[in-house]
């Protein structure tokens, strides 16, 4: 067995998963969740903070008993004590640790060969979209916020590279992702049109303009509608 079958490794994208020096782990609720947030925050967290996030309704001498029983329950080095703090253990991975350095590598103008090819399954999956705790609420949105902006740079990466339907199906992912924003509907476009597609990126355009006008009463912005007109005149020319 290799280092990297060994791994402790917890899993936030989608549902929670938990490899334990390499076998897959079932915990109870209050340890995933316990183990999502450590994993989730960058620094050390104060213990009596955890225990009011968790069990609000109870007093602080209940709630820190609570904490410290669901900290003895963990198998060892999951987590790590440092006085009142509490930390992910040193040897654990995080998937979501390494995904938004690749999304920010992207987001930096990593040339695309250097992260290979489009993942879509780490791409479109929300940080845990089916719990409901309150810390999670921030994260997720800047989880998601760092996706679509990567999505629409690996587009754009992609066409540069002549990788022009990657590029289309990376573009319609951010477009999945969030229908009324813009800069994903054009990362669509100036696909078609590197590939010489000015029907495609028409229809592109027309059906974002619709769903504008239809949501919130608006149009594309004028960029967008000139960068349109002269594709338009291109294929009229054809």
Not at 19 to 24: D, F, I, K, Q
Request: charged letters at 25%; one cysteine or more.
């Amino acid at each position: 067995m290799d280092d990297e079958s060994r791994l402790t490794k917890v899993f936030l994208l989608g549902a929670f998963r938990l490899t334990y020096r390499g076998s897959p782990l079932r915990l109870g609720a209050s340890g995933e969740h316990l183990l999502a947030l450590l994993a989730m925050h960058r620094h050390p967290s104060c213990r009596r903070s955890i225990a009011r996030e968790f069990w609000p309704e109870q007093d602080e001498k209940r709630a820190a008993g609570n904490l410290r029983s669901v900290i003895w329950r963990l198998p060892p080095g999951l987590a790590e004590t440092a006085g009142d703090h509490l930390t992910l253990g040193r040897e654990v991975h995080c998937d979501v640790t390494e995904y938004v350095a690749r999304a920010q590598r992207l987001v930096d103008g990593v040339p695309s060969e250097a992260l290979g090819d489009l993942d879509r399954e780490l791409y479109m999956a929300d940080l845990l979209p089916t719990w409901d705790d309150d810390w999670l609420l921030i994260e997720r949105e800047r989880i998601r916020q760092l996706r679509i902006h990567a999505l629409d740079a690996l587009s754009a990466c992609l066409t540069a590279a002549g990788r022009y339907n990657d590029g289309v199906a990376a573009g319609l992912a951010s477009v999945e992702a969030e229908p009324l924003r813009e800069t994903a509907h054009r990362a669509v476009i100036m696909t078609h049109l590197a590939e010489g597609n000015y029907s495609e990126a028409i229809r592109e355009y027309e059906t974002y303009r619709a769903l504008l006008a239809r949501e919130l009463g608006l149009g594309p912005s004028p960029e967008l509608t000139k960068l349109i007109r002269r594709a338009t005149t291109q294929t009229t020319a054809v």
